[in-house]
């Protein structure tokens, strides 16, 4: 199948090429967005696939099925930006990412609470500025106890 990736990025391709590599479908990479401008760009792909901030209203999902597609593979859980309704009208499928890696998800919270709390925003900016003062960028012990469930 042939398959027009919108808002592609260089380490998501790299990604999108291995896990293609044994389906062997034709993939065209878009550094653009999908929107009412750029859908002409997937005509003649079987397949349009999308992110997060790619418009896929009404007036997409019907320049995307003149030009032939007839699948929406979106690369995110959400689908907020997908009018369901116009796309089951037009007979196109839908389909996203069910769910991502927990652990990833939970590590991304550690480390967005560790950073919070160690203050490594405004360390960053202050060594970056050469001034090395640990005035305010002290933080607390993150601890808790073990509870049995």
């Given at each position: 199948m042939e398959v027009a990736v919108f808002s592609s990025t260089?380490?998501?391709?790299?990604?999108?090429?291995?896990?293609?590599?044994?389906?062997?479908?034709k993939l065209r990479y878009i550094d653009v967005s999908l929107d009412v401008d750029t859908a002409?760009?997937?005509?003649?792909?079987?397949?349009?696939?999308?992110?997060?901030?790619?418009?896929?209203?009404?007036?997409?999902?019907?320049a995307l099925h003149k030009g032939g597609t007839r699948l929406?593979?979106?690369?995110?859980?959400?689908?907020n930006n997908v009018d369901l309704s116009v796309a089951e009208?037009?007979?196109?499928?839908?389909?996203?990412v069910v769910t991502y890696s927990p652990n990833s998800v939970a590590e991304h919270a550690v480390a967005l609470l560790l950073a919070i709390n160690r203050k490594?925003?405004?360390a960053y900016n202050r060594t970056r500025d050469s001034?090395?003062?640990?005035?305010?960028?002290?933080?607390?012990?993150?601890?808790?106890?073990?509870?049995?469930?």
């Open positions: 260089p380490y998501e391709r790299q990604y999108l090429d291995e896990a293609n590599r044994a389906e062997h479908h002409g760009l997937a005509a003649g792909y079987g397949a349009a696939c999308i992110f997060v901030n790619d418009k896929a209203n009404a007036d997409v999902l019907e929406l593979a979106l690369r995110c859980t959400g689908f009208k037009l007979g196109m499928k839908v389909v996203r490594v925003h405004r001034n090395f003062s640990l005035d305010g960028l002290t933080g607390f012990d993150l601890y808790g106890k073990t509870v049995a469930v």
